[in-house]
């Protein structure tokens, strides 16, 4: 089994810049796949960035040139470095794991871009 646990989430004004965080309980090292998704009120949740053990990166056009995932897995940690945020990328932020066949998921944690 793997445990997520998301941080850095908050409160920023158009323009900004947050890192969100996402610790799992295993070495991540043996994780073959990780990611971020996101849901706003009243939408589906949606892909936003992927990165595999190999740190091949994909991510959604919508955030393609402003958002940046990484794995230090050192740390066992995933980051979502999050550039010129706009009110459009307000939602709660999930990591996610795919391990073993399994999909296991973050808590989340509110991300809310609004001046």
């Known amino acids: 089994q793997v445990q997520l646990v998301e941080s850095g989430g908050g409160l920023v004004q158009p323009g900004g810049s947050l890192r969100l965080s996402c610790a799992a309980s295993?070495?991540?090292?043996?994780?073959?796949?990780m990611g971020w998704y996101r849901q706003a009120p009243g939408k589906q949740r949606e892909l936003v960035a992927t990165?595999?053990?190999?740190?091949?990166?994909g991510y959604a056009d919508s955030v393609k040139g402003r958002f940046t995932i990484s794995r230090d897995n050192a740390k066992n940690t995933m980051y979502l470095q999050m550039n010129s945020l706009k009110p459009e990328d307000t939602a709660v932020y999930y990591c996610?794991?795919?391990?073993?066949?399994?999909?296991?998921w973050g808590q989340g944690t509110q991300v809310t871009v609004s001046s």
């Open positions: 295993r070495t991540i090292f043996s994780i073959p796949a």
């Open positions: 996610r794991a795919t391990y073993i066949a399994s999909v296991y």
């Open positions: 990165i595999t053990r190999d740190a091949s990166t």
